[in-house]
C-alpha cells in the first residue's frame, strides 16, 4: 500500500505500578493512509491517548512500549534513533493535546511558541514563519489574526487556544497529526468553531489524523473510520456510516445508546425557604473591565442550578465570585442567609469548608509533584482534622466512591492517570471537605459517556444522602437534560434567561438559549455540513457559524 502512513502492529504498551508493569495496551493493529482520519474511541482508561502517542513513538514517563511494531512512512519508530525521532516531530508528526492551557508555556507569547519548531527544523525563518502563521491563525478564523499571536496563552479564550495549538501543529505542515480531545473541554458553540475549522485544514493539506475522543457525536464529524478500544483491547473498527448504523459488538452499542440516567423533576421550592446560596446583584470586574453585570440567582438545599453559556460569558467568573477568589465590586453572597466575607482570606474555615469547587482543568488543578493519596489527604486532614489509619481510611473510601480503587491508585501521580481519572480525582477532592454547596466545573467534560453516566449518578446520590447543593457549570446540554433541577444561561457576563429545566428546554426559547439547543452535535456524520449550510455558512472553516446574528 503506497499511501499507507502508519502501520502499527501488536502493539503492546505497560505502565508501571510501584514496582509492577501492568498491561495498557494488549497487541492492537492500527493503520492509517495519507489524508485518512482515524477516530479512536472509547471509555477512560481504555488506552486512546497512549495508542495515539506511540503512533509517534512516544510514551509518557512510567509507560513502556513492550511489544509489537510502529511504523511512521517505512521508518521503523521503535528502532529510530533519537535523532531521527527529532526530525520527525514537529516536523512530519504534530500533536494537539487535550488541554491547551496547560500545553502552552505561559511566559511566552503564542507567535514565538508557533515560529519554534518550523525555524528550529529549517522549514523557514522566523519572519516567514510568522507571516504564515497569520495566515494560518486566518485560516482557522481566529479573531484579529494580524495582533493575537503577540497575546499570551492566559489572554485568549479556551476555544481560540485550541484553534492556536491546531495552527501551531500545522505549522510544518505534517503528514499526521494526533487530536487528542480538542474539544472536551469547549462549550457547544465554539466546539462547533474548532470542528470546522479543525475539518477544513486537515482536508486543504490532505493531513492525516488520529482523532481520540469519548464524544460520538463528534468523530461522526471528524472521522472516515473509528477503532472502538475497551480496557487496552480493539473491541471492533469500520467505517464511520456502518459503525454508526449497525456496530457489531454489545460494548460499542452501549456506548451508541443515548444516556439513560435523568432525575426526575422535584417539587417547587418553598416560597420560604432561605437558599443555600443567594448570587444577589454581583458586578465583577477583572481589572477596571466589567466582566459580570447585575448576575443574581439562588440555589436551594437539595437542588442542582445548572448555569450554561458560551466561553467567556462568565459561568465560572461566577463561581470565582462564589468561592472569593474574585471579590465583586457590587452585590453579594449569602450562605444560608449570612453575607460571605466577599474576599476568601477574610472568611472562616468552616465558610471554607462548606463552599468547594471542582475546576475544569484536572491538568493545572493537580499537583504534578504529590501523589493521589497526599492530594486527597490534605483537605481531609485540614477540615476534618483525620491523621493517621483514620485518614488513610477516609481517602481509600473516598477513592472507591469515585471507582478507583486505593490498592490501585493511592500512590500514583496525577501524570500516570487518563484526563477522565484526574477529573475524578478532583471530585473526590471537593468531597473530602464534606461541604454543603460544590460548585461542579465542567466536571464530566472529560469522561467518556459511560463514564459521565456513572459520575452524575454518583453525585445525584451524594446529593440524596447528604442534602448538597450544587452549582453545575457546564457546556454539555444531556449533562443538564440529566441533573439539573433549574438551568441559568448566561451571555456576555449577563444572565439572559432562568427558570425551571422543564420549562427551559420547552419552546419557546430566547434566541440565544435556541442558538445553545441548535448547538448540540448528533451522531449523523452530515450533521455538521447541514448545520453550517442551515446558518449561511458556505466555508465550513467559517469561525462565526456558533454566533452568527
Not at 474511541?41 to 502517542?53: C, P, R, V
Not at 519554534?116 to 489574526?145: C, M, T
Request: with cysteine; hydrophobic share 40%.
Amino acid at each position: 500500500m503506497s499511501d499507507l502512513l502508519v502501520d502499527m502492529r501488536g502493539v503492546r504498551i505497560e505502565g508501571r505500578s510501584d514496582e509492577t508493569w501492568m498491561p495498557i495496551i494488549n497487541g492492537v493493529d492500527l493503520t492509517l493512509k495519507k489524508g485518512e482520519v482515524l477516530g479512536l474511541i472509547g471509555e477512560s482508561g481504555a488506552g486512546k491517548s497512549t495508542l495515539g502517542l506511540a503512533a509517534m513513538g512516544f510514551c509518557r514517563d512510567g509507560v513502556r512500549i513492550s511489544g509489537g511494531s510502529v511504523s511512521f512512512d517505512g521508518v521503523d519508530l521503535l528502532a529510530a534513533s533519537s535523532e531521527v525521532k527529532r526530525q520527525l516531530l514537529g516536523k512530519r508528526i504534530a500533536y494537539v493535546a487535550q488541554s491547551a492551557a496547560a500545553s502552552f508555556n505561559p511566559a511566552h507569547k503564542l507567535m514565538d511558541q508557533h515560529v519554534e519548531a518550523p525555524v528550529q527544523h529549517g522549514v523557514a525563518g522566523r519572519a516567514e514563519s510568522a507571516h504564515d502563521g497569520v495566515e494560518l491563525y486566518r485560516k482557522l478564523r481566529l479573531p484579529n489574526p494580524d495582533e493575537i499571536g503577540f497575546r499570551y496563552p492566559h489572554q485568549v479564550s479556551g476555544g481560540q487556544l485550541q484553534r492556536a495549538m491546531t495552527a501551531m501543529a500545522m505549522a510544518c505542515r505534517p503528514d499526521l497529526i494526533i487530536f487528542d480531545e480538542p474539544t472536551t473541554a469547549l462549550d457547544v458553540t465554539t466546539q462547533i468553531e474548532v470542528l470546522a475549522s479543525i475539518r477544513e485544514i486537515v482536508e486543504e493539506f490532505n493531513t492525516a489524523a488520529i482523532y481520540i475522543t469519548h464524544d460520538l457525536a463528534v468523530v461522526a464529524q471528524m472521522a472516515d473510520r473509528i477503532k472502538v478500544l475497551l480496557k487496552g483491547d480493539e473491541v471492533e473498527e469500520a467505517d464511520t456510516r456502518t459503525m454508526l448504523s449497525a456496530p457489531k459488538e454489545d460494548y460499542t452499542k452501549s456506548l451508541w445508546a443515548v444516556r439513560a440516567f435523568e432525575r426526575p423533576e422535584k417539587p417547587p421550592v418553598a416560597t420560604d425557604s432561605t437558599p443555600v446560596i443567594s448570587v444577589q446583584g454581583v458586578t465583577a470586574a477583572y481589572g477596571t473591565v466589567d466582566v459580570l453585570q447585575d448576575v443574581s440567582f439562588d440555589i436551594h438545599a437539595g437542588r442542582t442550578v445548572a448555569v450554561v453559556g458560551e466561553s467567556g460569558s462568565g459561568k465560572s467568573t461566577t463561581a470565582r465570585c462564589i468561592t472569593g477568589l474574585l471579590p465583586p465590586r457590587i452585590g453579594q453572597i449569602e450562605l444560608d442567609g449570612t453575607p460571605l466575607p466577599l474576599d476568601y482570606r477574610q472568611r472562616t474555615k468552616d465558610q471554607l469548608r462548606q463552599v468547594q469547587m471542582i475546576y475544569q482543568m484536572a491538568d493545572t488543578a493537580l499537583n504534578p509533584r504529590k501523589s493521589i493519596g497526599e492530594i486527597i489527604g490534605r483537605p481531609v486532614e485540614f477540615y476534618m482534622g483525620l491523621r493517621g489509619a483514620a485518614k488513610r481510611k477516609r481517602v481509600e473510601d473516598l477513592l472507591d466512591q469515585i471507582e478507583m480503587p486505593a490498592d490501585q491508585y493511592f500512590h500514583r501521580l496525577p501524570s500516570e492517570l487518563s484526563g477522565g481519572q484526574k477529573q475524578r480525582i478532583g471530585i473526590a477532592r471537593a468531597l473530602a471537605a464534606e461541604p454543603k454547596f460544590i460548585i461542579c466545573d465542567e466536571v464530566t467534560s472529560a469522561l467518556d459517556q459511560l463514564v459521565a453516566e456513572g459520575i452524575l449518578r454518583l453525585l445525584a446520590r451524594l446529593q440524596d444522602e447528604l442534602n448538597l447543593s450544587y452549582m453545575f457549570i457546564t457546556h454539555d446540554l444531556a449533562t443538564v437534560r440529566a441533573i439539573a433541577d433549574e438551568v441559568v444561561v448566561m451571555k456576555d457576563g449577563a444572565v439572559v434567561e432562568q427558570g425551571i429545566k422543564t420549562e427551559m428546554f420547552r419552546p419557546p426559547h430566547h434566541a440565544y438559549t435556541d442558538l445553545l439547543l441548535s448547538s448540540v452535535p448528533e451522531m449523523d456524520p452530515d450533521w455538521l455540513t447541514n448545520l453550517l449550510k442551515e446558518r449561511g455558512v458556505d466555508n465550513i472553516g467559517d469561525a462565526a457559524v456558533g454566533k452568527m446574528s
